[in-house]
């Protein structure tokens, strides 16, 4: 999805307040590996304004040493964020939502995986995530917004593709999820999974062709015919966002 037509829809979603604008540097893409930039909707905590900002797919905790950890940190598993040393924090005052077209996933044996499109009832699916400003310790350089999706138990449309799916954020819980005044915990996390399920009962999938590339083709439903092979990364890959140029943040965190 372009941004120009996330922006047109943005008024029916729950995200209405924060997707004014695009980010500063975004461009429209269909294939987004992690460590690239998300476009991320969050309250400011001491001002209580919206954003809707850059964020490093992969989340760095402020007193990480390196930006990028030697553990995966683009993904955090609902059922332990609120108590991993990493994600605690983030739960419980620095929540965010993630607006996707939708995302990939694939089946298959190692030797023949195939790629899926998944996209939600409505044209932004919103997921729910986490983040955290981050930068080198010691230094004086500018802060860096960092991010990670949750996922919970696949159920619903996802249970045919992967064990696992993100948490996809129900629309009556988003106020709550962006509010830095609740204090977030387990049972919030699990109040978001729970709604979660009902979302993915809704969802649409669909094969489609190996992701090499960019643009709109790769959502293309696979011809009967045809039979991809590709090997699939070892993560999610989301589509509706690529942002050019990932630039970190001037303020500290907040």
């Known amino acids: 999805m372009d941004y120009e037509e996330m922006l047109r829809v943005a008024g029916d979603t729950a995200l209405a307040e924060w997707l004014t604008a695009a980010p500063q540097g975004a461009a429209s893409s269909w294939n987004i590996p992690p460590t690239r930039a998300l476009a991320i ?13 850059l964020a ?34 983030a739960v419980q005052h620095a929540r965010c939502a993630i607006p996707v077209s939708g995302f990939y996933e694939w089946t298959g044996s190692k030797e023949r995986r195939v790629p899926h499109a998944i996209f939600g009832p409505a044209p932004v699916l919103i997921l729910a995530g986490l983040y955290s400003w981050w930068r080198a310790p010691g230094s004086d350089d500018r802060w860096t917004l960092t991010t990670t999706i949750l996922t919970q138990p696949s159920a619903g449309k996802m249970t045919d593709l992967h064990d696992r799916m993100p948490v996809f954020l129900a629309d009556e819980l988003t106020a709550e999820w962006l509010d830095p005044a609740t204090l977030g915990d387990q049972h919030l996390v699990n109040a978001v999974t729970a709604m979660a399920i009902s979302v993915s009962c809704e969802l649409r999938t669909h094969e489609v062709r190996p992701l090499r590339g960019d643009g709109a083709h790769l959502m293309d439903p696979m011809p009967r015919a045809s039979s991809p092979s590709q090997q699939a990364p070892d993560q999610l890959a989301l589509f509706g966002e690529e942002f050019l140029d990932i630039a970190p943040n001037e303020r500290p965190p907040r």
């Open 41 to 53: 909707a969050l309250t400011d905590p001491v001002t209580g304004s919206k954003h809707f900002e």
């Open 56 to 89: 490093h797919w992969s989340l760095a905790p402020p007193w990480a040493k390196q930006l990028n950890s030697k553990f995966p940190t683009f993904n955090a598993r609902a059922e332990t964020a609120a108590e991993k040393p990493t994600f605690q924090a």
